[in-house]
């Protein structure tokens, strides 16, 4: 029933690996998002996809490398992690990109970097 | 890019009395005015919204107020109960560009005394 999942929850992994976080969505939207949210609760957007397709990447490193493989999934994956990535990252999706509309948030993927 | 200002960033009110958060934003082009109440360890979920056609919107004790002109919204919590105890964050939606996306303002942390 759920309607956004990510996997997984918690995260703990050492500097420099490389790890992904998947999301999924069965809401049938066309927009998916990912958000980071720091130790000081600030949501920032990531990454922007509106039917498979990157719309808007903001101006986050290119360790960070989003794919989707359909319209219902999209999946992070992390490159040489930093200390600075611990965060928990959120999915999210919406109906359409330019439809005023809510996103709905998944759980959130808490990834700690020792 | 949208820029999204929220304050004040904590506030305690004693039970049963009424709390208000406020937003500003910066592109009088944003049309879409949402808000989100994130519980400790939980994900960011809606409470409330309000499109740039309408000023008000109310639904029990929560209420949202927009004016345009100023370009700034608020979020007004009547009768507050312990539970409401939570992180709020407003955000602002574009219609155009990279404007299609939610903007979050910074948060703000309420503590309802009991």
């Known amino acids: 029933d759920t309607a956004v999942s990510q996997t997984p929850k918690y995260l703990v992994t050492q500097m420099g690996n490389d790890k992904s976080i998947k999301c999924e969505q069965n809401l049938g939207h066309d927009t998916m998002y990912w958000y980071k949210q720091d130790s000081k609760k600030f949501l920032k957007i990531m990454f922007s996809?509106?039917?498979?397709?990157?719309?808007i990447n903001e101006t986050v490193p290119n360790r960070f490398s989003p794919k989707s493989p359909d319209k219902a999934h999209l999946n992070l994956h992390i490159n040489s992690l930093e200390l600075g990535d611990s965060a928990v990252y959120f999915c999210?999706?919406?109906?359409?990109?330019?439809?005023?509309?809510?996103?709905?948030f998944g759980q959130g993927t808490r990834l700690t970097v020792v | 890019g949208e820029n999204v200002e929220q304050h004040p960033s904590t506030l305690s009110v004693q039970e049963g009395d009424s709390a208000v958060i406020k937003c500003t934003y910066s592109?009088?082009?944003?049309?879409?005015f949402p808000w989100y109440k994130q519980e400790l360890g939980k994900r960011p979920q809606l409470i409330i919204d309000i499109r740039s056609n309408v000023g008000e919107k109310k639904d029990q004790r929560i209420a949202v107020t927009l004016n345009k002109t100023a370009k700034h919204f608020s979020l007004h919590i009547t009768e507050t109960q312990p539970e409401d105890s939570a992180v709020y964050f407003c955000?602002?939606?574009?219609?155009?560009?990279?404007?299609?996306?939610?903007?979050f303002g910074s948060g703000t942390q309420l503590t309802v005394l009991p």
């Open positions: 592109d009088s082009a944003s049309n879409y």
């Open positions: 996809y509106n039917n498979k397709e990157l719309i």
């Open positions: 955000a602002v939606k574009g219609s155009s560009g990279s404007a299609r996306q939610l903007t």
């Open positions: 999210a999706s919406s109906p359409q990109l330019d439809r005023a509309t809510e996103a709905f």
